[in-house]
């Protein structure tokens, strides 16, 4: 059983940052995309940054790019991903979920069918103006 655990949200006035961590246990396959995403009160959910934990190769939405990193620490079944926050805005409060599936490649992620997805409880990140 593939359990994700989330931490490290919090609030924070902008131009500050924040690291975001997702803790995988229960992992039984070599290659899978792990990545976040995000819901703000009243829209819908979506996709921040995924990283194909066997390459390395990451993605990122466009409003995103150049201010949040997304890091693996290993590529052990059971490990750690971050997405280190910088440069936050108003813009970027809601609630953060680390997700998981295995998939050939990540291109997809963030932007396809997520109901055979694995997903954590959230954590909340609150960025005030």
């Known amino acids: 059983q593939v359990q994700l655990t989330e931490s490290g949200g919090g609030s924070v006035q902008a131009g500050g940052s924040l690291r975001l961590s997702c803790a995988a246990s229960?992992?039984?396959?070599?290659?899978?995309?792990m990545g976040w995403f995000r819901q703000a009160p009243g829209k819908e959910r979506e996709g921040v940054a995924v990283?194909?934990?066997?390459?390395?190769?990451?993605?990122?939405a466009d409003f995103v790019k150049g201010r949040f990193t997304i890091v693996q620490d290993n590529v052990k079944a059971e490990s750690t991903l971050y997405l280190q926050m910088n440069s936050l805005e108003p813009e970027d409060t809601g609630m953060y979920y680390c997700?998981?599936?295995?998939?050939?490649?990540?291109?997809?992620?963030?932007?396809?069918?997520?109901?055979?997805?694995?997903w954590g409880q959230g954590t909340q990140v609150t960025v005030s103006s």
């Open positions: 229960g992992y039984a396959y070599p290659s899978y995309c």
């Open positions: 990283i194909y934990r066997s390459s390395g190769q990451t993605y990122y």
């Open positions: 997700a998981t599936r295995s998939l050939s490649n990540c291109a997809r992620f963030l932007t396809g069918d997520t109901e055979r997805y694995i």
